[in-house]
């Protein structure tokens, strides 16, 4: 098996536990913990920078917080989540995307006040998973590219949060030497 076949394989097996997590945290009506999920989940798509990782990220976050605002999700979502679930046991990545698709169809076509609300959300989930991963060391062109947002609408969030006004552990020169050395060993 290459590595690209068990860098696959972690990912799917990753993303299978986490859609099991977020079922019993919607059934459980917990935004909090969703919410958490979805941070958990963009960690990992800032380690692999998957498109599948990330759109689960993104959808998740979606739903926290609709379900923060209406106390419930709709019963279709986690049958929707179920499906999607299956579909990456069987290994099939094509029909899994089509349902979390589905699933951004359904919740937006619920009424036409959460339709617009949920384009909303779904805008501003993006927005906010591309500036966590551009927190990660991914690139601000990159993680907009990612999310299909432009740099613009990434560089306006990122300018109002303190990303910047971290401070990191400075190495030295011979630090940072002995670094970059040992990549190339």
Same mark, same amino acid.
């Given at each position: 098996m290459e590595d690209k076949d068990i860098l696959f394989e972690e990912e799917r097996k990753d #993303?299978?536990?986490l859609l099991g997590e977020a079922i019993k *945290?919607?059934?459980k009506n917990d935004s909090l913990k969703l919410g958490g999920l979805s941070d958990h989940i963009i960690h990992c798509a800032a380690i692999f920078q998957n498109n599948e990782v990330i759109l689960l990220a993104v959808v998740i976050h979606a739903l926290a917080k609709v379900l923060e605002? #209406?106390?419930?999700?709709d019963p279709?979502?986690?049958? *929707?989540?179920e499906e999607a679930k299956d579909y990456l046991e069987k290994e099939n990545v094509d029909k899994y995307n089509k349902k979390i698709r589905e699933l951004l169809k359904h919740i937006s076509k619920q009424d036409k006040k959460l339709g617009k609300y949920m384009e909303h959300v779904i805008n501003e989930s993006k927005i906010k998973k591309g500036t966590n991963l551009y927190e990660h060391g991914i690139s601000l062109g990159q993680s907009a590219e990612i999310l299909g947002l432009?740099?613009?609408e990434l560089m306006q969030y990122v300018g109002k949060t303190k990303i910047h006004d971290k401070v990191k552990e400075k190495m030295k020169l011979k630090e940072r030497l002995d670094h970059v050395r040992a990549l190339f060993v």
């Open positions: #993303m299978i536990n *945290i919607i059934k605002r #209406m106390l419930y999700l279709k979502v986690t049958e *929707i989540l432009t740099r613009w």
